[in-house]
Every structure is written in structure tokens, then in C-alpha cells.
């Protein structure tokens, strides 16, 4: 097996210069050093914004051992909710970390207790889900407590799931809590970190320990062979048809269909052939609702699907065209956007609509779906095969959007018609200017932009605009960072 060639046929200097080739490289950081940037910077830049999918640390355990502390003392804010009780839900059950220079991703579990299904089942489902997109694992203990028959439930898991653990041992406030980390030991996870998630103690050990086992990038790359089939997720809301959508394409019976919602409990991986081709699809409809565990389940829902998402290529969005889009619709939107994944979004049940419900629907989809403006839309019936046929051009057309690579040259030749025809508005006195920039990065479209000043966020939004126009990008997010040239003559201390 060739390592250095990837999917898409580059080299091996993608790792090295982001996506740009060595003459291109060459190049572009000589125009740098002539507008004054510092090499170090605009190599750092380069590397940082060049990157392939980061890799995926999820953080589990049981209710109340500190999880969601560990995970904002991880990221460095207070983002994860943290209350004294378990079954804290949150929007976002993902997020961004660094350490030591290196970037990584966050899954945290939480600590949602379903009494009904028993401690032990609940803790085990959430760490599944989580366990199945995760490069390696941060298992928290609470090392005052001790090891439980729920801990050793989840070490028979991570065991059977085989990804690297790193053992965390928390709420070692000093000294005389480690001979209670010590105990640990008995768990057969190895050495156990004893850190304290609400005061910092131990955590820097800790990260230095998950940066040995975290992989630099996901052992999954995207089409592990040359041409294999490419991972399509199917994403939505419980009970908008994912699985009767995945059945129809099938064109068979796969998946169980209940008018329940959240009758898939497993993810189901299907090789399918659609339009010609073979196409992976993973089905991820929530787990199974109970009344009074609705924010539960829900919970359970946004695991599984950061889950599949992390694995895909493309976020197939299902939405219910017969009923207002919803904040949870938007939230799941917002996932894969922030994900990187190519988009396409499938309004399902569209044979049920009127002609007033049509008019109102394109209403909302003007106002409530406006960050993904960009997405190919296709209107189907999972229920009677409506409009299947045009599934794969808009999936087609969401991965070359996604893979799209614009020439540096031809990008600073944009840039500057772009910079003279509209110019940043002045600002105290001054005027930022973009002065160059680089795609470093597909999969999706990464740019990085080198600057004379800040530059607002929304001049932003308008070169992305423009960008749209100029090379399409149907289908795909795009990251544009920007890097602000220091006063010369400013050295670093």
C-alpha cells in the first residue's frame, strides 16, 4: 500500500505545505518574505489551516466523575454545561482542542443517567456512540469514589473496542488523593493520571499522555482505496425517513420503518448501488424515545451523529417538508457544517406539500437555512422513490465542490481585482488590506489569507461570497483564516 498518494491522486507534500506543491510553495513564501510577513508565521498558518480531518478523542465514564470539566479545562472555556447533578444536555457534544501545538477533536459524553434502562446500560450506549468515531480515549474515573461495577462495565467495552485509553483519575485535589488514583491500577487500562479537571492539577501530564496515543491524523482516511465507494451519512431528526429513504435507495428492506420515532438503534452501514455507482450509506437515525426521556434520547441522537458525521464525506440532511424547520434541524445543520463535511439537503415528504405550504416552506428556508445557502437541495418521497434519481448529482456535485483547488496565482489575481474593486471600509483612520493568500487545504476548501490589519467579519462573508461566485464551491463549507501582518520592524520576544 502507497501511503504518500491519496484518494484524490496528490503527494505526500500535501502534509508538508497544506495543499500547495513545492514550486507553488516555493513562491508563495517568497512574495510573503517580500510584504514583510515572518517566514515562522506564514509557515504556521500554512500548517495550521493545510490540515486533513483532526483526530478524535472522546471523553467517557460514568455521571458525576467530572467529564464535562475536563473537557472545558481541554478546550481551555467554559463551553461543555457542568451542573452537580447528571443529565446535563447540551447543543454540542463536539469540540476543537490544542495541545503542545497539536489540534485535536473532543466528544464529550456528558453524563445523561437513564434510570429506566439502568446505569449501566446508559453509560455503555453513551460511550458506543462515542467509542465509534474516537481515535483514542480519555476514560474518567472518579479516583475518591473508586472503580465501580458501571467503571468496569465501560473498561469491558473500551477493551472490546480495542481504540488506545488514557486512564484519568480525577478529583485528586494534592498528594493524598494519588494512593487513591493508585487503585487504579487494577482497572488493567494502565497507569492511572490523577489530575483535577476543576483546579488543572494533572492535566498537562494527562494531554501529553493522549498526545502519545492520539494518532497525528484518523487512521480512516477518506476512500480508504482508490476508488472505493465514497461514506454518505444520513443525518436528521428522529422520524423524518432516514431509514425509509435508505431502504428506498436500497430497494429493499434494510432498516426497520416504524412511525415511532427513533426505531434505529444501530448504525447501519449499506453498500448500495445508486446512479451507476457504489456509494456507502450509514444510517443514524436516534436511539429508541421514551416519553419522559426525551431530552435523553435526543442527547443519545446528537452522539450518534457526530459519530457518523466524523466518518463521512457527505452529510446527507433529511428535513420533513411538511413541518416547520425546526432548532433541532438547524443544530444538526450546524454539526456537519462545523464537521468540514460536503452537504446536501434532502427535503423528504414533498408529495404530501400544497401549493401553500410550498410557498411558506421556501420562506423559511430563506431565513432559517441561510448558512447553508450553498448546498445542493433535492426534494424527495422516501415513501413513493420521488425525485431519487436526482440523490446522486447533488451528492456528486457537494464532492467536487468539497475537493475544489484554486491555483494560488489564479487566487492572489482574484484577491487583487477583489481588494481594488471593493475595498475594506476604513476603520480609525485606516484601511486593512488583503495582500495574498493561499488555499491550504481541501476537503473542504481551507484559505488563508495574509492581511495589513483586522479585517471585520463581515468583509469576511463577503470574500467567501465571492469566492462562491468566482470558483462555485457548491456544496461545501469553506474555512478562510486570516493572518495580520505585524508592524515591521516588531520583533518576537
Known amino acids: 500500500m502507497n501511503d504518500d498518494i491519496q484518494p484524490d491522486g496528490s503527494a505526500e507534500h500535501e502534509y508538508e505545505h497544506g495543499a500547495l506543491g513545492d514550486a507553488e510553495y516555493a513562491e508563495f513564501m517568497e512574495l510573503a518574505a517580500e510584504e514583510g510577513f515572518d517566514i515562522e508565521d506564514v509557515e504556521g498558518a500554512i500548517e495550521a489551516a493545510g490540515h486533513g480531518p483532526l483526530p478524535v478523542l472522546a471523553v467517557v465514564g460514568r455521571p458525576n466523575v467530572g467529564k464535562s470539566t475536563l473537557v472545558n479545562r481541554m478546550i481551555g472555556r467554559r463551553e461543555a454545561v457542568v451542573e452537580d447533578r447528571p443529565g446535563v444536555t447540551r447543543d454540542r457534544v463536539t469540540y476543537e482542542a490544542e495541545w503542545a501545538g497539536r489540534r485535536f477533536k473532543v466528544v464529550d459524553t456528558g453524563g445523561w443517567e437513564q434510570d429506566v434502562l439502568g446505569i449501566d446500560a446508559s453509560v455503555a450506549a453513551q460511550a458506543e456512540y462515542a467509542i465509534e468515531a474516537a481515535d483514542a480515549v480519555v476514560f474518567v474515573v472518579d479516583a475518591k469514589v473508586g472503580a465501580t461495577d458501571t467503571d468496569e462495565a465501560v473498561v469491558r467495552l473500551l477493551r472490546k473496542a480495542g481504540k488506545p485509553v488514557v486512564l484519568c483519575a480525577n478529583k ?95 448504525p447501519v452501514d449499506e453498500i448500495i448501488e445508486l446512479g451507476g455507482k457504489t456509494w456507502k450509506f450509514v444510517d443514524t437515525a436516534g436511539i429508541r424515545k421514551r416519553v419522559h426521556l426525551q431530552q435523553g434520547a435526543d442527547y443519545y441522537a446528537s452522539l450518534r451523529t457526530a459519530a457518523a458525521v466524523e466518518k463521512a464525506e457527505v452529510a446527507v440532511i433529511l428535513l420533513d417538508a411538511s413541518e416547520n424547520i425546526s432548532v433541532q434541524d438547524q443544530r444538526i445543520v450546524t454539526m456537519a457544517v462545523e464537521a468540514g463535511r460536503a452537504i446536501v439537503l434532502a427535503f423528504n ?145
Not at 200 to 221: F, K, W, Y
Not at 249 to 260: F, K, M, T
Not at 385 to 394: C, Q, S
Open 172 to 266: 485528586v485535589d494534592g498528594p493524598s488523593g494519588e494512593a487513591d488514583a493508585a487503585y487504579l491500577w487494577n482497572l488493567g487500562l494502565g497507569e492511572p493520571h490523577p489530575v483535577s479537571a476543576l483546579h488543572g492539577r494533572g492535566t498537562g501530564d494527562m494531554l501529553d499522555a493522549v498526545l502519545e496515543v492520539l494518532p497525528d491524523a484518523p487512521e480512516q482516511s477518506f476512500g480508504t482505496a482508490i476508488g472505493g465507494p465514497r461514506r454518505i451519512a444520513l443525518i436528521g431528526r428522529p422520524n423524518v425517513g432516514k431509514s425509509s429513504l435508505l431502504n428506498k435507495v436500497a430497494g429493499e428492506e434494510r432498516v426497520v420503518v416504524n412511525e415511532l420515532a427513533g426505531t434505529t438503534r444501530d
Open 349 to 493: 415528504k414533498w408529495d404530501t406539500l400544497d401549493e401553500e405550504r410550498r410557498y411558506y416552506l421556501e420562506r423559511e428556508i430563506e431565513t432559517e437555512l441561510g448558512q447553508v445557502a450553498w448546498a445542493p437541495r433535492v426534494n424527495v418521497s422516501a415513501r413513493t422513490g420521488r425525485h431519487m434519481e436526482k440523490l446522486v448529482p447533488a451528492i456528486e456535485t457537494a464532492l467536487a465542490g468539497w475537493e475544489t483547488r484554486v491555483p494560488t496565482g489564479r487566487l492572489n489575481a482574484f484577491l487583487g481585482e477583489l481588494v481594488s474593486a471593493h475595498p475594506h471600509p476604513i476603520r480609525g483612520g485606516k484601511q486593512p488590506r488583503i495582500l495574498f493568500g493561499t488555499q491550504a487545504g481541501t476537503k473542504p476548501p481551507r484559505f488563508v489569507l495574509f492581511a495589513s490589519g483586522f479585517i471585520e467579519a463581515g468583509y469576511r462573508r463577503f470574500i467567501e461570497r465571492r469566492l462562491r461566485e468566482e470558483f462555485g464551491f457548491e456544496g461545501t463549507p469553506i474555512h478562510i483564516s486570516v493572518r495580520v501582518r505585524e508592524k515591521r520592524g516588531a520583533k518576537k520576544k
